[in-house]
């Protein structure tokens, strides 16, 4: 996790992880130029994974240039030819987080490409939804255009940091539904598992952020103690945070956990 | 769950929040200036939470969503303010 110190790696093994998937994302600040997306992918392919298993725990990565640099779409036309050259590296699970942020047309134009370079090489896909007050008109754009694909297998795509308003239409599409966990934005521990309780886990997964800003990498953990508050079995909460991601990201025969 | 244990897990935690939002509005009246659209909008969310359905956080969060349906030519900035500055 590029985002984070060491000790979290060592925090989330303490606390039961089995493996942890990093999609590239948004450095902080906007990267010059393709070089920088070149190191960016050597680092998530071949340092992080070394520097998690030190502790035991497995990495996986997925590749893309982010919706918040996807405005600039000669840089992105850039990002995305380098982008096979990295698809080969064992921990690489696929596309992502692609998707929108301001919901621009130039941010539609490059999450098509990335459609497209999911396809042309069989690649799984991890979408980011926009923020706030953009996420329900992004993530209805996002769905359209994956359907637009008819290359586009839904049960391999997951559309991520759903919310109570947008839950309802990625699982209406066939498309597996990310609930992010954050202290402030996205979703808390309790509204997670309401939308659990409401939507049922059938493709509903759970995921902890280990973002720049406030963010915690313990949050499943911590939702799977507020699920045995509610009275949830150890069979529902091993399933649900356990047993889903392994289902989706099994079908990447890279993915594997002990 | 029965609606007895929900009350016994949430309730001190839902009244806190409850109160911070009070709490919230208060200073906003005591400041002064204008507000921007994100008060106004504020203030229509909350109107969700009178509703009789179960539905009130989808209620709320399409409350503060941008309505439309059309990209937009160009990203004004990178960051999300929370709430949607024109009319639904």
Redesign the interface.
């Known amino acids: 996790m590029v985002s984070r110190v060491t000790d979290d790696y060592e925090a989330m093994v303490t606390a039961g992880c089995r493996a942890v998937c990093e999609p590239a994302f948004w450095a902080g600040y906007d990267r010059s130029g393709v070089q920088g997306f070149y190191d960016y992918f050597c680092q998530l392919t071949d340092y992080e994974p070394k520097r998690a298993a030190k502790f035991g725990l497995p990495h996986f990565t997925w590749l893309c240039i982010n919706p918040?640099e996807s405005?600039d779409v000669k840089l992105a036309d850039e990002v995305l030819s380098i982008i096979p050259h990295f698809l080969s590296r064992e921990n690489v699970l696929g596309i992502g987080e692609i998707g929108l942020?301001?919901?621009?047309?130039?941010?539609?134009k490059v999450l098509e490409q990335h459609i497209d370079l999911a396809a042309r090489h069989d690649q799984m896909i991890l979408v980011h939804t926009?923020?706030?007050?953009?996420?329900?008109?992004g993530t209805?754009?996002i769905l359209d255009a994956l359907k637009a694909d008819s290359r586009i297998k839904p049960e391999r795509v997951i559309i991520d940091h759903v919310?109570?308003?947008t839950i309802q239409m990625v699982l209406d599409e066939g498309f597996w539904a990310g609930i992010t966990l954050y202290p402030e934005s996205k979703t808390t521990p309790?509204?997670a598992i309401?939308m659990f309780e409401v939507y049922g886990g059938q493709r509903v997964w759970l995921n902890s952020a280990c973002d720049w800003g406030r963010s915690d990498p313990l949050a499943v953990p911590k939702t799977a103690i507020e699920m045995r508050?509610?009275?949830h079995s150890e069979e529902t909460i091993d399933a649900l945070i356990h047993g889903n991601p392994v289902r989706f990201l099994s079908q990447n025969p890279r993915f594997t956990v002990r | 769950m029965t609606r007895q244990q929900v009350l016994d897990l949430y309730f001190m935690d839902a009244r806190s929040k409850l109160i911070d939002i009070a709490a919230f509005l208060d200073r906003v009246d005591r400041a002064s200036g204008d507000a921007d659209f994100r008060l106004k909008a504020f203030r229509q969310a909350l109107t969700e939470l009178q509703k009789d359905e179960a539905i009130r956080a989808k209620g709320v969060l399409d409350s503060l969503s941008d309505p439309t349906a059309e990209p937009i030519e160009k990203a004004p900035g990178k960051g999300a303010v929370g709430a949607w500055p024109g009319s639904h």
């Open positions: 918040k405005e942020n301001k919901n621009t047309r130039n941010e539609l926009p923020h706030l007050e953009d996420k329900r008109k209805r754009l919310e109570e308003h309790p509204r309401d508050r509610r009275g």
